[in-house]
C-alpha cells in the first residue's frame, strides 16, 4: 500500500516514481544566497544535493537527518546550510514543498519519513561537533519525529542513524534492490531501514543514552490503559487494542504522531493530532448512536495524543468481501452460494442505511465511507461505523471533508465541491455495497461513461438477482429512501 501510494502520487492515471515530479525551486532560492563559490547545487530523484566540486564520500558511516515541516523548511535550510559549509560536510534536502508533505503524511514509509535534510559527515569527529553545532542553531524548531533514527539529547529536529552513504544494491529476483552496507570484513549486508533506531551489530553508538526522565513505571498509558497489541500503523500513530484497567473494558486507542500529516490539500494540510481532535469532536457529537464507537476519552502520552474509544468486535468489510462464506465473484455458478450471498448482502444494505439515517438525523454527515471504515460482526450482524475524522455538520464548508475519500467513493462530479452533502454518503454507500459484489471501484473514474452499470448488467446476466443493481443504481443517484424499499420488499432466500 505504501508502496502502491508513492507510485501513483506523480500521476493519478500511471504509476510514475516519486523522483518525476515535476519541482519548483523554493528550497534552491533559500540556499542560493548562502551557497560558497566551490559548491555545487544537482538534482537527483527527489533531492537536491549540495557538495564542494570534486567532493567525494566514505562508503558509509553515521549520516545526521534534520526533519522539518513543509512551514518550517525554509528556516531549517537557512539553518543548518551554513553549518554544512562551515565544516565542509555534503548534505542533501527534499527538492520541493509538495515531496516534503508527501514524506511525512500518513500514506508514506514509517522507515523514510521526517527527514528534510540528510548531512554525511566523513569521520566521527565531524559527525559529533556538527550535531551539536545543528542541535544549538535549531532549538526553537520541531518537526516530526524520525522513527528510523536516535533523537540527539532533548532536538526536536535533529537525529542520526548508521548507514551507506554511497548508493550499493544488490538486484533481487522480482526486480527490484536491496540496499546494502559492508560489514567489517567486507561482506555486504542489507542496509536495514526499520521504523525503530537499530545498530548494525559491529558498529558502536558514538552517543551514550541519555538518562531516562522519572515517571510513571507501571506500563499504562495514562496510568490507565494496558496494550494488547497492535492493530495497525501508518506513519501518522497506531491503532492499539487494550484493556481499560479502571473498568476492565476492553477499549480502543488510536495515536497522532505531531508533525505528521494527515491529509494533503492544494495549499493546507492537516496535521495527525488536529485530524485526531476533530474525530473526538465529532464522536461527541454522535455519541449514545449504537453504529458508532463510544467515546471515553482523549490525552497526551509523552509527545503523543491519543483517543479512546469502545473496541468494536468484527471485521471490515474489505475482509468479510474475501471470505470463502462471502465471496460471490469466483462463484457466480453456484445458485447456493448466490442465496447465502445475497442473504447477506440485503442484511448488509439495510443496516449500513440505517446507520446513516441515525447519523444524518443528528445533522452529520460522515465523509468517508469504504470497506476498511465498516465493521461487521458475522456472529450477530451489528454493523458499525469508524473513523470520524472526516465527518461534519451539514452544511458547514470544509476542503478537508469533502476531499478525504478513497478513491472510487466520491462521485466525480462532487469531487470540487465546496461542502459535502447527504447525496454524497449515500453515493459511497452504493459504490460500497457494488464493491461486496466486483471491488474494482478505483478504476472507474478512468471511464467517464460509468461502467458500474456495464459490470452490474454483466453480473445480472450471468445469474445475480437485479435487485442488487437496482438498490445500488438508486443509492449512487441519491435515491436512499428508493433503496431501502427495494431492499425491505425483496426476499433473497427464495431465489
Not at 534552491?28 to 530523484?45: G, I, N, Q, Y
Not at 524548531?141 to 544488490?170: A, N, Q
Not at 452460494?337 to 442505511?353: E, N
Request: hydrophobic share 40%.
Amino acid at each position: 500500500m505504501e508502496e502502491f501510494a508513492s507510485f501513483t502520487f506523480s500521476d493519478p492515471d500511471y504509476f510514475e516514481p516519486l523522483g518525476r515530479l515535476p519541482v519548483r525551486s523554493v528550497y534552491p532560492d533559500v540556499l542560493a544566497p548562502l551557497l560558497p563559490a566551490d559548491w555545487k547545487l544537482s538534482r537527483f530523484d527527489v533531492w537536491f544535493q549540495a557538495h564542494r566540486e570534486r567532493a567525494t564520500l566514505p562508503p558509509q558511516g553515521f549520516k545526521i537527518h534534520v526533519s522539518s515541516t513543509a512551514a518550517q523548511a525554509p528556516e531549517v535550510l537557512r539553518q543548518v546550510a551554513p553549518e554544512c559549509f562551515r565544516a565542509g560536510v555534503t548534505f542533501k534536502f527534499v527538492a520541493d514543498p509538495v515531496l516534503l508533505r508527501f514524506l511525512n503524511s500518513k500514506r508514506y514509509a514509517r522507515g523514510g519519513s521526517g527527514k528534510f535534510l540528510t548531512l554525511y559527515p566523513p569521520d566521527e569527529p565531524t559527525f559529533l561537533s556538527l550535531i551539536e553545532a545543528l542541535h544549538q542553531a535549531t532549538r526553537t524548531l520541531e518537526g516530526p519525529y524520525i522513527l528510523s533514527d536516535k533523537r540527539y539529547r532533548d532536538s526536536k529536529v535533529v537525529y542520526y542513524r548508521y548507514g551507506g552513504f554511497v548508493r550499493m544494491t544488490r538486484l533481487k529476483a522480482d526486480g527490484t534492490r536491496t540496499l546494502l552496507i559492508h560489514q567489517p570484513d567486507g561482506t555486504a549486508v542489507p542496509d536495514v531501514r526499520t521504523p525503530y533506531f537499530q545498530l548494525p551489530d559491529w558498529v558502536k553508538d558514538p552517543l551514550p543514552d541519555e538518562p531516562e526522565p522519572e515517571g510513571d513505571d507501571s506500563g499504562l498509558l495514562n496510568g490507565r490503559y494496558q496494550v494488547l497489541e497492535a492493530l495497525a500503523f501508518t506513519n501518522s500513530g497506531g491503532i492499539y487494542k487494550a484493556t481499560d484497567s479502571r473498568t476492565g473494558r476492553t477499549v480502543c486507542l488510536k495515536e497522532a504522531r505531531p508533525h505528521t500529516e494527515t491529509w494533503l490539500g492544494e495549499e493546507r494540510t492537516v496535521d495527525a493530532v488536529t485530524a485526531l481532535q476533530w474525530e473526538h469532536d465529532n464522536l461527541q457529537r454522535l455519541q449514545g448512536l449504537p453504529c458508532v464507537p463510544q467515546l471515553i476519552e482523549r490525552f497526551q502520552e509523552w509527545e503523543h495524543t491519543f483517543l479512546v474509544t469502545s473496541f468494536e468486535e468484527g471485521e471490515p468489510l474489505a475482509r468479510v468481501r474475501v471470505s470463502e462464506d462471502f465471496i460471490l465473484l469466483t462463484r457466480m455458478d453456484d445458485p447456493r452460494q448466490v442465496v447465502r450471498f445475497c442473504v447477506a448482502w440485503r442484511d448488509v444494505a439495510l443496516r449500513l442505511l440505517d446507520a446513516v439515517a441515525s447519523i444524518h438525523a443528528r445533522g452529520m454527515l460522515v465523509g468517508d465511507i469504504s470497506p476498511g471504515n465498516v465493521l461487521l460482526d458475522r456472529s450477530t450482524g451489528a454493523l458499525k461505523l469508524i473513523d470520524f475524522e472526516t465527518a461534519q455538520e451539514m452544511g458547514t464548508p470544509s476542503a478537508f471533508s469533502v476531499q478525504w475519500f478513497n478513491p472510487g467513493f466520491r462521485a466525480p462530479e462532487r469531487r470540487l465541491a465546496a461542502t459535502l452533502e447527504p447525496f454524497d454518503d449515500f453515493y459511497a454507500c452504493g459504490i460500497l455495497l457494488y464493491n461486496l459484489v466486483c471491488p474494482t471501484q478505483n478504476m472507474l473514474e478512468l471511464d467517464p461513461k460509468h461502467p458500474v452499470f456495464r459490470m452490474l448488467d454483466a453480473f445480472v446476466e450471468a445469474g445475480l438477482p437485479i435487485q442488487v443493481r437496482s438498490i445500488i443504481q438508486a443509492l449512487l443517484e441519491g435515491r436512499a429512501d428508493a433503496a431501502r424499499q427495494e431492499a425491505e420488499a425483496w426476499a433473497p432466500s427464495n431465489l
